[in-house]
Nanobody, 121 residues
Framework: VQLQASGGGLVQAGDSLRLSCAAS????????MGWFRQAPGKEREFVAA????????YYADSVKGRFTISRDNAKNTVYLQMNSLKPEDTAVYYC???????????????WGQGTQVTVSS
């Protein structure tokens, strides 16, 4: 499966953004989807995951209550709604697809190219 992330940009603290990740292929609905992020000089970290049906979601503590992951299997797309953004949310955001519902990057087999999110204070 090929993944294409979009929706990043430059915003101010407190603003919102919605990231999208469009997937190719007819097997999208069989994959767990995740969002990860990587800030300059830091390791890639887990942000959120959603199971194949969309009824189960999982978040990093740092974004819980502010970010919402969702998916539309009819559109082969996963979303990350980001509210109340903070400067520490600044990073390149990556979407990923895998077979295991996990916060570990090793559980994901396919990765998108990343989209930059910059939050100014």
């Amino acid at each position: 499966v090929q993944l294409q992330a979009s929706g990043g940009g430059l915003v101010q603290a407190g603003d919102s953004l919605r990231l999208s990740c469009a997937a190719s292929g007819r097997t999208f609905r069989s994959y767990v989807m995740g969002w990860f992020r990587q800030a300059p000089g830091k390791e890639r970290e887990f942000v959120a995951a959603i199971n194949w049906s969309g009824f189960s979601t999982y978040y990093a503590d740092s974004v819980k209550g502010r970010f919402t992951i969702s998916r539309d299997n009819a559109k082969n797309t996963v979303y990350l709604q980001m509210n109340s953004l903070k400067p520490e949310d600044t990073a390149v955001y990556y979407c990923a697809a895998g077979q295991r519902y996990s916060g570990s990057s090793g559980a994901y087999d396919y990765w998108g190219q990343g989209t930059q999110v910059t939050v100014s204070s």
